[in-house]
């Protein structure tokens, strides 16, 4: 039997739900207009109408009607971060007019608001691992990183120049991680978790004294690292899109194809190549499973 369809409302720290045309919003409050808004925190359990219906379902005033989700991933598009999350129930006609490329979008003009309810559903159903990472494990991890750089500048330069080339090849970020949060409908979750895993990296590379250089390499590593925990399910079809998902993880068992250097630590020197997971891709071939669609 088909599991009833869940609707999620973000809204701002205090409850309220932002304009559903921002630009419009901007002008009209430049003009000393105020724009109207409904708190949903102090609506927990009740109906209610939208304070200034537009045309169904256009976007003719700065707040039309209200926007709901049915995938919690791509729920934070238009709210940022911090927010909170609701769960509601639209009532009377509901509108869509996303199409194929947005099925997950309802618009309605009166609602129920059923609960509120934790905040990282809006990253998926690994949302709880990605918000744990990124708040309690990234700046413990980074003020390790930036210790492994004070020890060794040259050879952590080195290695991560080697590291973001094995990146740049395999285009793991622009294209795996991006295609595969926009097909699992992570697509907000995925730009809302790579500004905190960043910013919680910057601040921590800074915190443990690293130079510029450090800091910007460390927050990208920040950022692979979380986007590895926020597409696991999603990277794991094929031993290629697992060795990707090492890549982005900088595994101790991800080993350079050229050296064997291990990403993030300093092999002795004379020691041996060490055995590992090589990430070998064509520079003209692609993999022979799992590569997305190409944009062009």
């Not at 919003?25 to 109408?49: C, S």
Request: proline residues 7%; aromatic residues 10%; hydrophobic residues 35%.
């Amino acid at each position: 039997m088909k599991r009833p369809t869940t609707h999620y409302m973000a809204t701002r720290p205090d409850g309220t739900v932002p304009p559903t045309d921002r630009d419009q919003a901007r002008y009209f409050e430049g003009q000393g207009e105020t724009i109207p808004t409904v708190n949903l925190a102090e609506h927990v359990g009740r109906v209610v109408d939208h304070p200034s219906p537009g045309a169904k379902w256009y976007d003719d005033r700065p707040f039309s009607y209200f926007h709901m989700y049915t995938r919690p991933g791509e729920v934070l598009e238009r709210v940022g971060w911090p927010a909170r999350l609701f769960v509601v129930k639209p009532l009377g006609e509901v509108g869509n007019w996303g199409g194929v490329h947005y099925p997950y979008w309802r618009m309605s003009h009166q609602l129920e608001v059923l609960e509120e309810t934790d905040i990282w559903r809006a990253f998926g159903h690994r949302g709880e691992r990605v918000l744990d990472l990124i708040a309690r494990q990234i700046p413990d991890l980074v003020r390790q990183w930036a210790a492994e750089w004070a020890t060794d500048p040259d050879g952590a330069r080195c290695r991560y120049a080697t590291w973001a080339e094995r990146r740049s090849e395999t285009q793991v970020l622009e294209q795996w991680v991006y295609w595969r949060a926009r097909y699992s409908r992570r697509s907000a979750a995925a730009t809302i978790a790579e500004s905190l895993a960043r910013t919680a990296g910057t601040k921590a590379a800074r915190e443990a004294g690293a130079d510029e250089e450090a800091t910007t390499a460390i927050a990208t590593r920040a950022w692979c690292l979380a986007a590895a925990e926020l597409l696991h399910d999603r990277l794991r079809r094929s031993d290629y899109e697992k060795q990707l998902r090492d890549l982005l993880r900088g595994s101790p068992h991800l080993v350079t194809a050229s050296t064997g250097t291990v990403i993030g630590t300093a092999a002795p020197k004379g020691t041996p190549p060490k055995r590992g997971i090589p990430i070998t891709v064509s520079r003209t071939g692609s993999p022979a499973k799992g590569r997305p669609r190409s944009t062009a």
